[in-house]
């Protein structure tokens, strides 16, 4: 595949696509909120994948990502059964210090949250209260459907439509 203009490369994400890995993630990991954190972290991989060189097979590309992070989270949860552990691998990760930011990454950061922020601010408000609840607040499907009173179905599709919007913001 030659490479794509830009505004070409949003495409990448829909929401068939997004129910279509909730489904399978869902199958495999027999857990609904699991199975949507995972779709979601699908999406910010393949989206990462998509900004560098986009794919062939952009659908192929994401099943193939979210069977990695199924076998990554299988995997963690055999660690934590078999050693007692609740740690959070990735939270342990982060205290180990690092180089601190360059100052053109930490402009660079700055850039892309403004971005972010006017993304979520062209939003209708159910989109950006279920983007925020779910990527800011970490709660799960069932719990944004609880709070807000509506399915997960909806969730899934408004968080779809946030992901989507902003991977469209974001790339122009």
Not at 77 to 93: I, S
Request: proline share 4%; charged share 25%; net charge negative.
């Amino acid at each position: 595949m030659s490479a794509q203009p830009l505004s070409d490369r949003t495409a990448f994400w829909t929401e068939s696509l997004a129910e279509e890995l909730l489904r399978f993630l869902t199958g495999r990991l027999k857990c609904p909120d699991i199975a949507a954190e995972l779709t979601h972290d699908t999406y910010l991989g393949l989206r990462q994948i998509v900004e560098n060189a986009p794919p062939d097979n952009t659908r192929a590309m994401a099943f193939r990502i979210a069977i990695n992070l199924a076998v990554d989270h299988q995997r963690k949860a055999m660690v934590r059964d078999r050693f007692g552990t609740d740690a959070d691998f990735e939270m342990l990760a982060e205290t180990i210090p690092g180089d601190a930011a360059q100052p053109e990454r930490i402009l660079i950061g700055q850039q892309r949250l403004e971005a972010l922020q006017l993304a979520l601010a062209e939003l209708p408000h159910a989109s950006r209260n279920v983007f925020l609840l779910h990527g800011v607040d970490r709660l799960t499907y069932d719990q944004i459907a609880l709070r807000l009173g509506i399915s997960k179905s909806q969730v899934n599709k408004l968080l779809a439509q946030a992901m989507s919007h902003c991977a469209r913001r974001l790339a122009d």
